[in-house]
């Protein structure tokens, strides 16, 4: 089992930034990818950005050139940088990791971007 904590969320103003954090524990040896995914009212979770372990991302549309994704292999987490936040960037963030077949997901974390 993999245990996932997001960090981070808040609200800030359109055009500011904000760090989101997952630190992963548990039964962590072979983590493959992660990623972070985020979840609108009223609408289906979506991709955000993805990690693999060798460090090859994946961003949506939406955030790319805006959104940064690292990962700490060495403290088992993920890093989430979002600059130059608009006001549709607002939603429940989530942390997912893959390990072998399985999936995990944390808890969630709001993050709020106001006018």
């Not at 997952?22 to 995914?37: E, L, Q, R």
């Not at 549309?61 to 600059?83: E, P």
Request: hydrophobic share 35%.
């Amino acid at each position: 089992q993999v245990q996932l904590v997001e960090s981070g969320g808040g609200l800030v103003q359109a055009g500011g930034s904000l760090r989101l954090s997952c630190a992963a524990s548990g039964t962590i040896f072979s983590i493959n990818a992660m990623g972070w995914y985020r979840q609108a009212p009223g609408k289906q979770r979506e991709l955000v950005a993805h990690i693999s372990s060798s460090g090859s991302t994946i961003y949506a549309a939406s955030v790319k050139g805006r959104f940064t994704i690292s990962r700490d292999n060495a403290k088992n987490a993920v890093y989430l940088q979002m600059n130059s936040l608009k006001l549709e960037d607002t939603a429940v963030y989530y942390c997912r990791a893959l390990q072998g077949g399985n999936q995990y997901w944390g808890q969630g974390t709001q993050v709020t971007v106001s006018s």
